[in-house]
T-cell receptor, first 117, second 112 residues
Framework: AQKITQTQPGMFVQEKEAVTLDCTYD???????LFWYKQPSSGEMIFLIY??????QNATEGRYSLNFQKARKSANLVISASQLGDSAMYFC??????????????FGAGTRLAVHP | EAQVTQNPRYLITVTGKKLTVTCSQN?????MSWYRQDPGLGLRQIYY???????DKGDVPEGYKVSRKEKRNFPLILESPSPNQTSLYFC???????????FGPGTRLLVL
């Protein structure tokens, strides 16, 4: 069975510091994609960053980077220079491909991040 | 503006009263899906559609129906809602081969 594990239900970080949100996954597939989404208190799901299983470089998007360790099956999100607006729930997800072109996102339970001034 | 829209955003209803949550995207995406979000469980897929008239069950389809008569629309139907369907619902869409799913703003449903 494929699954995503986020072991940190909640995290605190001081403004301007960096924080790492953990994500491990379990799949026997060779081709897959890893995503991080942010969900602020308003509820919408905001795409942050994507890493393909065959990508050799770690993905980066502004202050977000994905620390991809394929052998350990981990895809941690690193937020540099935290801002108050980063306070939100963060979800890690894995996209798996099936025959016929169908793809499916499987989400972790989420990590709630609180940024303190 | 490229977007996925859902209506209504908030809904309070009673057990057994049929309801429909609409979802529409303006990006010509082939692939659309519905998720529900519950505390501690993340998002779980209810139904998905690979194209017009092509739909299939996700992980938690019981109590839900969908239809895909047009490419842009993918409504979620609760024929006889029950309190365990109280949740936050998201519609999402993507191109089949693209990397990112775009999510709608969410619909908060309370079934009394």
């Amino acid at each position: 069975a494929q699954k995503i594990t986020q072991t940190q239900p909640g995290m605190f970080v001081q403004e301007k510091e960096a924080v790492t949100l953990d994500c491990t996954y379990d799949t026997s597939d060779q081709s897959y994609g890893l995503f991080w989404y942010k969900q602020p208190s308003s509820g919408e799901m905001i795409f942050l960053i994507y890493q393909g299983s065959y990508d050799e470089q770690n993905a980066t998007e502004g202050r977000y980077s994905l620390n991809f360790q394929k052998a350990r099956k981990s895809a941690n999100l690193v937020i540099s220079a935290s801002q108050l607006g980063d306070s939100a729930m963060y979800f890690c997800a894995i996209r798996l491909m099936f025959s016929g072109g169908y793809n499916k996102l499987i989400f972790g339970a989420g990590t709630r991040l609180a940024v303190h001034p | 503006e490229a977007q996925v829209t859902q209506n209504p955003r908030y809904l309070i209803t009673v057990t057994g009263k049929k309801l429909t949550v609409t979802c529409s995207q303006n990006m010509n995406h082939e692939y659309m899906s519905w998720y529900r979000q519950d505390p501690g469980l993340g998002l779980r897929q209810i139904y998905y559609s690979m194209n017009v008239e092509v739909t299939d069950k996700g992980d938690v389809p019981e109590g839900y129906k969908v239809s895909r008569k047009e490419k842009r629309n993918f409504p979620l139907i609760l024929e006889s809602p029950s309190p365990n369907q109280t949740s936050l619902y998201f519609c999402a869409s993507s191109f089949e081969k693209r990397e990112t799913q775009y999510f709608g703003p969410g619909t908060r449903l309370l079934v009394l």
